[in-house]
């Protein structure tokens, strides 16, 4: 009689690899089409057309908005952390000048019990009892350092007393950065953008959204092309145009400021859903069975 195959074999203690493949097991791939990639036109933080464009050094396109709020909570988020860090400090201070003292004190009473603790100190002559409750010649005398030990002592066993891990806050950095990268960013290092747009009459009545072109050859720019921005003046072009005339030349071909190599910044392309273009665009699904309960924990989505 043939055996079972494992798609039908279900009542196993241990999950096959069909069983595991079917609950999505493991790391999935996809691949992001079209619609799954930022147009190149669009803000980097909000998504939207761009208002007012500023770009970084790095080619990161913002709306001036959106990257001025993210800078100052940036900011806001820089002195929270300076103020809980030095308070830190100040409670370290605190603890470690509260510590010399005990040590002080406890070193002042071994020192009292070492000469004075072989005498009996007795309130009354009739009563041969101390406050702690030893009598006669072993009587011993509790320390300053010991009565603050029983007192703050921890205990495992009652919630009120367990011992916490106290949580230590390190020195921020007081540099802001771009959201899109981990480059440190200035507010004074953002420029703003120029992209010329296409108003022909054929575009005007079959595009509903605005075409932008490149202003030397009249390039309808998208997506799959390569974006050269002036740092000088903010005018757009496409990268060939940029490579044949601005770094030759040096002076811009629209408004006819000069240039240097330098201020030829590359923008970052919002990307497509062709192998061609060559950016990684895989989207990967992490997921992990729990232990005995069939569910899985789902990691997110990361695009590589």
């Known amino acids: 009689m043939p055996q079972r195959h494992s798609k039908n074999n279900n009542d196993l203690a241990f999950f096959t690899y ?34 007012q464009p500023l770009a970084c050094q790095k080619g990161h396109v913002f709306c001036k908005e959106c990257i001025f709020e993210c800078l100052l909570s940036q900011k806001k988020d820089i002195q929270r952390k300076l103020a809980a860090h030095g308070a830190q400090q100040k ?4 603890e470690e000048e509260e510590r010399l003292m005990l040590q002080k004190a406890r070193e002042l009473d071994a020192f009292d019990q070492q000469n004075h603790g072989a005498v009996p100190q007795y309130s009354d002559k009739n009563y041969n009892k101390d406050k702690n409750g030893f009598q006669g010649a072993n009587s011993v005398k509790a320390t300053s350092y010991e009565e603050e030990a029983l007192r703050t002592m921890k205990a495992f066993w009652l919630p009120s007393a367990t011992p916490g891990a106290p949580v230590k806050v390190d020195a921020p950095s007081t540099d802001t950065v771009c959201p899109e990268g981990s480059e440190k960013l200035k507010m004074k290092t ?12 054929q575009k005007k009545s079959s595009s509903i959204d605005r075409t932008y072109i490149c202003p030397s050859c009249k390039v309808t720019l998208t997506n ?13 072009f496409c990268k060939k145009c940029a490579d044949k005339f601005m770094a030759v030349d040096k002076v811009c071909l ?21 192998s061609a273009h060559g950016d990684k665009l895989q989207a990967k699904d992490f997921k992990h069975l729990g232990s005995g309960s069939g569910l899985g924990l789902v990691r997110p989505a990361q695009k590589t």
């Not at 953002?190 to 009459?201: C, G, M, Q, R």
């Not at 629209?254 to 062709?274: A, M």
């Open 18 to 51: 069909d069983e595991k493949k079917k609950l999505g097991y493991g790391t999935q791939k996809e691949r992001l089409g079209k619609d799954s990639i930022k147009p190149f036109d669009a803000c980097s933080l909000c998504l939207k057309p761009l208002i």
């Open 91 to 94: 409670q370290e201070k605190e």
């Open 190 to 201: 953002l420029f703003p953008i120029h992209f010329t747009e296409d108003t022909s009459e």
């Open 224 to 236: 799959t092309t390569s974006l050269v921005a002036l740092s000088s003046c903010g005018h757009i």
């Open 254 to 274: 629209v408004c006819n400021k000069p240039c240097k190599e330098r201020n030829l910044v590359n923008l970052d392309k919002g990307g497509t859903g062709f």
